[in-house]
């Protein structure tokens, strides 16, 4: 524990640096605005901005996306308290009550006790993620190939269960990513693969260009299409308006427990959506309370569980980025990739070999969580301004920061004609119902999965049994095994029953 507070004070002397506190600043403004912006999520913007972070000072570029990330999903909760319409996935639970709290003429309260919500959620997680990720890194040491290509068994596992209602698609989307990511050069003997003939393949599809095609362009063309129109409910005016009663804060304090614990749990888990982690927590909440017939009517702590929920995700999903280089979900996805970008390696080294970047980030996180609140009380009517610029001129300038994005990666017109690839293919997923985030999961992991595949098959001569003789790879393939069996055994449960309670 002491190794963490001791890392916690050398990142506060990292992150309170001006230019780091800056971009802190900056990454909590970016989210909160992209949050408030229905049909614009995290990881678009993120995959939108990773560009320009090229040329900058590493620490600072990722408590800047990590800013967007966490940002996002204090500002999501505004447009569904005043529009009844989620600003990301993650923010779909709050519309419940949080807007039938404002019908009530309580909009003010509602908008406090989601800010109050994420404060407390957001720093019950970083204070988890402090004091659990050295002893993790330090566990995590003990890994070589085996045990890596086991865990991320284990992660692509959890994403194809989480990540979608349906399996089959959350599979296939999975494997379109693994498929993406072994396009270009074989690094182990110099083959080209699936490259169909075009040179500009061989070193690989852009991560970049398919992220903002998969992410930003399929959600510009989904929200041109759904073209809907809402009405934005009265901003109340003066800090006092923002603050919930006592009686409401009383029926609360359960909400924000729930919501913080739920909420980092099911963060770890790669592939479970923040959507996921914040009905959980309204279903608890719910199922627990002692007055249900209030909920969906503007229940407080019907909005206060979520919103904790979906802020404690944000950090649960920071502990397997950082300690074991796996990725969550789309946005994480994309940090991971920045942080190679940069030269890093995200695992169980990264507290040890780049400390300013690791303890400097989760110091950040404690700071913009501080900057978050501030932006989410008494800032809360400005940023609602937003909500009043016409989507005609917004998505044209998303759509053409996009394509510029995309043609400065490599200069290559290729890339621009991928990206339009990309983002046909991503509408069509929404289209159909396919989940996006197992395909950029699948992307990211695929590279690493393979080249940890191969390492270990070298170290064995050729013998797959060295990930069976293993015990902590054997015993994370059992896991792996487990999870992707369990829709089976419920299946089976429930055939079952059927036949025990048939007349």
């Given at each position: 524990?002491?190794?963490?507070?001791?890392?916690?004070?050398?990142?506060f002397?990292?992150?309170l640096?001006p230019?780091?506190l800056?971009?802190?600043?900056?990454?909590?403004?970016?989210?909160?605005i992209i949050?408030?912006?229905?049909?614009l999520?995290?990881?678009?913007?993120?995959?939108?901005?990773?560009?320009?972070?090229?040329?900058?000072?590493?620490t600072?570029?990722?408590?800047?996306?990590?800013?967007?990330?966490?940002?996002?999903?204090y500002g999501?909760?505004?447009?569904?308290i005043?529009?009844?319409?989620?600003?990301?996935a993650s923010?779909?639970?709050?519309?419940?009550?949080?807007?039938?709290?404002?019908r009530?003429?309580?909009a003010?309260?509602?908008?406090?006790?989601a800010?109050?919500?994420?404060?407390?959620?957001?720093?019950?997680?970083?204070?988890?993620?402090?004091?659990?990720a050295?002893?993790?890194?330090?566990?995590?040491?003990?890994f070589?190939?085996?045990?890596?290509?086991?865990?991320?068994?284990v992660?692509?596992s959890?994403?194809?269960?989480?990540?979608?209602?349906?399996?089959l698609?959350?599979?296939?989307s999975?494997?379109?990513?693994?498929?993406?990511?072994?396009?270009?050069?074989?690094?182990?003997?110099?083959?080209?693969?699936f490259?169909?003939?075009?040179?500009?393949l061989?070193?690989?599809?852009?991560f970049?260009?398919?992220?903002?095609g998969?992410?930003?362009?399929?959600?510009?063309?989904?929200?041109v299409?759904?073209?809907?129109?809402?009405?934005?409910?009265?901003?109340?005016?003066?800090?006092?308006?923002?603050?919930?009663?006592?009686?409401?804060?009383?029926?609360?304090?359960?909400?924000?427990?729930?919501?913080?614990?739920?909420?980092?749990?099911?963060?770890?888990?790669?592939?479970?959506?923040?959507?996921?982690?914040?009905?959980?927590?309204y279903?608890?909440?719910?199922?627990?309370?002692?007055?249900?017939?209030?909920?969906?009517?503007?229940a407080?702590?019907?909005l206060?569980?979520?919103?904790?929920?979906?802020?404690?995700?944000?950090s649960?999903?920071?502990l397997?980025?950082?300690t074991?280089?796996?990725?969550?979900?789309?946005?994480?996805?994309?940090?991971?990739?920045?942080?190679?970008?940069?030269?890093f390696?995200?695992?169980?080294?990264?507290?040890?070999?780049?400390?300013?970047?690791?303890?400097?980030l989760?110091?950040?996180?404690?700071?913009g969580?501080?900057?978050?609140?501030?932006?989410?009380?008494?800032?809360?009517?400005?940023?609602?301004?937003?909500?009043?610029?016409?989507?005609g001129?917004?998505?044209?300038?998303?759509?053409?920061v996009?394509?510029?994005?995309?043609?400065?990666?490599?200069?290559?017109l290729f890339?621009?004609?991928?990206?339009?690839?990309?983002?046909?293919?991503?509408y069509?997923m929404?289209?159909?119902?396919?989940?996006?985030?197992?395909?950029?999961?699948?992307?990211?992991?695929g590279?690493s999965?393979?080249?940890?595949?191969?390492?270990?098959?070298?170290?064995?001569?050729?013998?797959?049994?060295i990930?069976?003789d293993?015990?902590?790879?054997?015993?994370?393939?059992?896991?792996?095994l487990?999870?992707?069996?369990?829709p089976l055994?419920?299946?089976?449960?429930?055939?079952?029953?059927?036949?025990v309670?048939?007349?």
């Amino acid at each position: 524990m002491l190794d963490g507070v001791y890392g916690l004070i050398h990142g506060f002397s990292v992150a309170l640096q001006p230019s780091v506190l800056l971009w802190c600043v900056v990454g909590c403004f970016l989210g909160t605005i992209i949050g408030i912006l229905p049909g614009l999520g995290p990881a678009a913007t993120i995959a939108i901005l990773l560009p320009l972070t090229f040329n900058m000072d590493p620490t600072g570029g990722i408590i800047m996306l990590a800013g967007i990330y966490y940002g996002a999903k204090y500002g999501g909760s505004t447009t569904s308290i005043l529009l009844n319409m989620p600003g990301e996935a993650s923010s779909v639970a709050s519309c419940i009550d949080g807007y039938q709290m404002a019908r009530k003429g309580r909009a003010g309260a509602a908008l406090g006790i989601a800010a109050i919500a994420s404060f407390v959620a957001g720093t019950f997680g970083i204070v988890i993620l402090t004091l659990l990720a050295p002893p993790l890194a330090e566990f995590a040491l003990r890994f070589s190939s085996p045990e890596f290509f086991a865990l991320m068994v284990v992660g692509l596992s959890l994403v194809v269960l989480l990540a979608g209602d349906s399996k089959l698609k959350s599979l296939l989307s999975l494997i379109v990513g693994l498929w993406l990511t072994s396009i270009g050069t074989d690094l182990f003997t110099g083959q080209s693969r699936f490259t169909f003939g075009y040179s500009e393949l061989v070193g690989g599809v852009e991560f970049m260009v398919i992220a903002v095609g998969v992410y930003a362009i399929a959600e510009v063309m989904s929200s041109v299409a759904a073209g809907e129109k809402t009405q934005l409910l009265p901003v109340p005016r003066g800090l006092r308006n923002y603050l919930p009663s006592r009686e409401e804060l009383k029926a609360c304090r359960f909400a924000f427990v729930n919501g913080s614990i739920v909420g980092f749990f099911i963060g770890m888990l790669p592939g479970a959506a923040s959507s996921v982690s914040s009905f959980v927590a309204y279903g608890i909440e719910k199922a627990v309370s002692k007055r249900k017939e209030l909920f969906g009517k503007g229940a407080p702590e019907g909005l206060a569980a979520p919103e904790g929920a979906n802020n404690a995700d944000s950090s649960g999903a920071m502990l397997p980025l950082l300690t074991f280089g796996i990725p969550a979900g789309g946005s994480t996805a994309i940090m991971l990739s920045a942080l190679i970008l940069w030269g890093f390696r995200p695992g169980p080294l990264l507290i040890v070999e780049s400390p300013d970047l690791f303890w400097g980030l989760v110091a950040s996180m404690y700071i913009g969580n501080v900057v978050l609140l501030i932006m989410n009380l008494p800032l809360v009517p400005l940023f609602a301004q937003i909500l009043r610029i016409p989507l005609g001129l917004l998505f044209p300038m998303i759509l053409g920061v996009s394509i510029v994005g995309a043609y400065a990666v490599s200069g290559n017109l290729f890339d621009v004609t991928s990206l339009a690839f990309f983002g046909v293919l991503g509408y069509v997923m929404v289209l159909l119902g396919f989940p996006t985030a197992p395909l950029i999961l699948g992307f990211v992991l695929g590279d690493s999965m393979e080249r940890a595949l191969r390492q270990s098959l070298s170290m064995s001569g050729g013998d797959p049994m060295i990930l069976i003789d293993r015990p902590i790879a054997a015993t994370f393939l059992v896991i792996a095994l487990l999870i992707l069996l369990s829709p089976l055994v419920g299946r089976l449960r429930r055939a079952r029953s059927d036949v025990v309670t048939a007349p």
